[in-house]
């Protein structure tokens, strides 16, 4: 599936789409077992405080479509993808939730204009 590929493959698909945007927006892809992806959900769109990116919202439709695995993938209108500290504590919480819930989290990233940041590459991914 798209997520086996690596995060590279996952950048492409959402580079175009994602690097003009004006706001910041995060999407959660919704996997299966063998890791195909059943399908894409925008969460929010905005600033991305804890009280809108919330796993309750982020994991809502991943229970009820049985995903295995979940991908989050979010962009940075200033075209610098590092990760702010909130992104930071935010894939922690979303990881936190994921494992009490049997739910893999396989990577989180963030889309610059012309250059990306995984959390799976970089070994940001706690757990």
């Keep these: 599936g798209m997520a086996g590929k690596g995060s590279r ?3 492409r698909h959402f580079q175009e789409r994602m690097k003009d ?7 959660c892809l919704l996997l299966d077992t063998r890791h195909m992806v059943i399908r894409q959900e925008q969460i929010a769109v905005g600033s991305l405080n804890e009280s809108v ?3 309750r919202e982020v994991f809502r439709s991943a229970i009820s479509e049985s995903a295995a695995a979940v991908l989050f993938v979010h962009n940075h209108p200033s075209g610098d993808p590092a990760p ?5 504590k935010l ?3 979303l ?21 990306y940041y995984s959390f799976a590459e970089n070994g ?4």
């Design 124 to 127: 940001d991914l706690p757990g």
């Design 9 to 11: 493959q996952v950048f």
């Design 91 to 93: 894939t922690e919480r």
């Design 21 to 27: 945007l004006k706001k910041e927006a995060f999407l």
């Design 53 to 55: 990116v919330h796993p």
């Design 84 to 88: 702010s500290p909130q992104d930071k």
């Design 95 to 115: 990881c936190e939730a994921g494992k009490l819930m049997g739910i893999q989290v396989l990577d989180h990233i963030v889309i610059g204009h012309d250059t």
